[in-house]
DNA sequence: AGAGGTTACGGGCAGCGTAAGGATC
DNA sequence: GATCCTTACGCTGCCCGTAACCTCT
């Protein structure tokens, strides 16, 4: 008898034209996936998938089959959002999220979360945005909080907030002046986040505009950035607004300068996949909870 | 996590109001119904059912989900019907059938349906007409094949084919007439189906009209009214058309007379529930079954 | 040889049926 | 006490995970 488990298994399988990935999505494992196509494909009595040449790809019935299992599985979703109450949306979630999210606000979103959906499990990815969006767009992360802007087809987005970008030290470094002209920074290497981030590439062109050259470390981990700005080794580029969290207080500050960096605009983004609906319940408290931030001009 | 099993046994129990019947119905245990119940009002958090005085009632939830669950049930239907061949089709279909029928055509519909739906099991229930109707609208049967017209509501039905009825005698019964009058049949008891029935109805009628008198046998079996025909108790009304199969050759004859008794006109009716597609299925068979069927003006 | 899907097999647990329990008329 | 749903309990059978196997590049 045709039951949701497979239809869900047999939807992420056409949607990642893989057994194996779609047994890591859904947290089991690849013979149970075999398993569960094969029963529905004997119970249907029709070949669902052809399993050639080392990718997996649908027969005409199985186009047909994914139109109706989207459909049933968005239902049922919708269901479990119409009747149930905040505790019947369960399964787990993986969430995307951006380092600097995890050191202002992510904490409140994860009490809030759990509160209205005591029996929804979130699974924390911490990377950098580019990441995030290609793990989106593979269906690897159900709910990413990211860098944007963000304009993939595919993928449903909104704007949750902004930090402004600042020059944060720790205490071996002093500058004379009070206002810190460009120059004086460029003696010191610059510390953000990896080579293909917004912040590193807005950061080399502010430098390159103004003819100067810059040494820029760029590190994947921001406690790694903020280790070093403490002891001394350069001058962090990173919003102030997660000093607070991520050192002991006063240990670090930030440094007056004119030199403009471009804020960063996180954003929520998830695919648009048929039982997206907690997703995009989460994505609401998200937004609410960052309108709710502080986003310094 | 909500199942298919669950919601059908909800669909069930709302239905009949009752968790006996929908476990008889599912071919189940009412304790079974009654931990699914429960499961599916866990897992969603919500009452759904009142369990009140003798009678089971639905929540506000509960007819929400009603709506929902009615809803995926039909399309599941609906995929199993249009992504699966003819073998998907699969469990159990309780088909209420008139004696005149199982004497006639049933066999060849039951092979047909067979031979179209191998996975199909059918339950055949014997039983009169105004029987078969009632248990179709309290949904103890998916389909009939019965006398109509059946003017409800909540029953689709089809026109099948009509049978002319005659009056049948044993070998022990003869008339010098060659056209045998009304007063001479009603010298003999007339031997038909039960009381609330059509033919039986229109039997008295007609002596009624004609202000004779005749004395009525009536039986739910048909089996008995043809012995007692053979025996020589009295002369049986019945569709001639059943004579080949329910006796040894000659051993039955038709007798000429004027008398007339209105035709039987079959049709095959079902209750539109969300998972009828087998019903429909196999009621387009029985229409073309019945299409070839002689229908004696 | 290694990536990816299938088949084989033992074990755990969900869900069933029997039977007893409770509520309501 | 009869009817109808719930709870208890032992058991069966399904499905899962591990591991071995197959196939194609």
Known sequence: ????????????????????????????????????????????????????????????????????????????????????????MSGVMRLGVSETIVHTWLPKLIERVNAAYPNLEIEIEVDISPNLRERLLTKNLDLGLLLGPIGDFDLQSKRLCSYRIGFVVGKKIKFRQKTVPLEAIAEYPLLTFSRNTQPYIALRELFERSGRHAKIHASASLATVVRMALDGIGIAVIPPAIIKTISAPGRLREINTNAKMPPFNYFVSWPATPSSFAAQKVAEIAIEIAKRERTPS
């Open 1 to 88: 008898m045709i039951d949701f488990r497979s239809l869900e298994t047999f939807l992420w399988v056409a949607n990642l034209r893989s057994f194996r990935g779609a047994a890591e999505r859904l947290h089991t494992t690849q013979p149970a996936v075999s398993l569960r196509i094969a029963q529905l494909e004997d119970d249907l009595g029709v070949k669902l998938l052809e399993r050639d040449r080392r990718s997996v790809s649908l027969t005409e019935k199985g186009q047909l089959l994914l139109r109706h299992a989207e459909r049933l599985i968005r239902q049922r979703s919708s269901l479990i959002e119409n009747v149930g109450d905040s505790s019947a």
